[in-house]
């Protein structure tokens, strides 16, 4: 799978290489990043016309409580050996929804876009999504909006949490899971793991765990 991404790096424009790095702010040409650790110091937000693709065993970690906002698409592949991981550097007070910037971070929200292609997360595992600010209440890790066209394969969700719908993923639009496993997400209302909420959709998740 890495000579997959190998063989991708002729389309990205903007190739970084170190161990680790700090981001924060707009990705708007095609990006690669193949990093140990990936700290978020604050919001990220990848344009319509862009791609953010991200190396096996790179680790997106969260330093506070920030969120990455697609507009344009995520290639994000791990393989069984060597997976993607998201999480936040310090999950204390993540429990306490009375906190809401403390213990967690805001996950991914992907919002309509007019970009026909596709968001695919392979082998991946995310943790400490929490969706109880008052601007958003669902999706403890993923948020996604009018988009059709992003699906997850063999992924891990453990301890992701939202005050309304979703504790790891919200969704009204048709995605795919497949294989893949949650654990210890909670919502306080809806789908403690998943909802998809809308009319004339056609999501499928086979082959996934809930404990």
């Given at each position: 799978?890495r000579l997959?991404?190998?063989?991708?790096l002729?389309?990205y424009?903007?190739?970084?290489?170190?161990?680790?790095?700090e981001?924060?702010?707009?990705?708007?040409t095609?990006?690669?990043?193949?990093?140990d650790t990936?700290w978020?110091?604050?919001?990220?937000?990848?344009?319509?016309?862009?791609?953010?693709?991200?190396?096996?065993?790179?680790?997106?970690?969260s330093?506070?409580?920030?969120?990455?906002?697609?507009?344009?698409?995520?290639?994000a592949?791990?393989?069984?050996?060597?997976?993607?991981?998201?999480?936040?550097?310090?999950?204390?007070n993540?429990?306490?929804?009375?906190?809401?910037?403390?213990?967690g971070?805001?996950?991914?929200h992907?919002?309509?876009?007019?970009s026909s292609?596709?968001?695919?997360?392979?082998y991946?595992r995310?943790?400490?999504g929490?969706a109880?600010?008052?601007?958003?209440?669902?999706?403890g890790?993923?948020?996604i909006?009018?988009?059709?066209n992003v699906?997850?394969?063999n992924?891990?969700?453990?301890?992701?949490?939202?005050?309304?719908?979703g504790?790891a993923i919200?969704?009204?639009?048709?995605?795919?899971?497949?294989?893949s496993?949650?654990?210890?997400?909670?919502?306080?209302?809806?789908?403690?793991?998943?909802?998809?909420?809308?009319?004339?959709?056609?999501p499928?998740?086979?082959?996934?765990?809930?404990?």
């Amino acid at each position: 799978m890495r000579l997959y991404f190998l063989g991708l790096l002729c389309i990205y424009s903007n190739w970084i290489i170190s161990q680790n790095i700090e981001f924060s702010g707009n990705i708007e040409t095609n990006t690669y990043w193949d990093f140990d650790t990936v700290w978020l110091t604050g919001n990220v937000v990848i344009s319509e016309n862009s791609v953010l693709g991200i190396a096996p065993g790179t680790h997106i970690v969260s330093k506070g409580y920030y969120r990455i906002d697609v507009y344009g698409n995520i290639m994000a592949i791990g393989n069984i050996s060597d997976s993607i991981v998201f999480t936040v550097e310090n999950p204390m007070n993540f429990s306490d929804t009375a906190l809401y910037e403390e213990g967690g971070w805001d996950g991914i929200h992907f919002y309509p876009s007019t970009s026909s292609s596709s968001s695919e997360f392979s082998y991946c595992r995310f943790s400490f999504g929490k969706a109880v600010s008052p601007d958003n209440l669902k999706g403890g890790m993923f948020l996604i909006n009018n988009r059709n066209n992003v699906s997850f394969f063999n992924c891990s969700f453990v301890n992701n949490l939202c005050l309304q719908s979703g504790g790891a993923i919200y969704s009204n639009s048709s995605n795919d899971i497949f294989n893949s496993l949650f654990m210890s997400n909670r919502s306080y209302h809806h789908g403690g793991g998943v909802s998809f909420e809308a009319a004339n959709i056609e999501p499928v998740v086979s082959g996934c765990r809930f404990f």
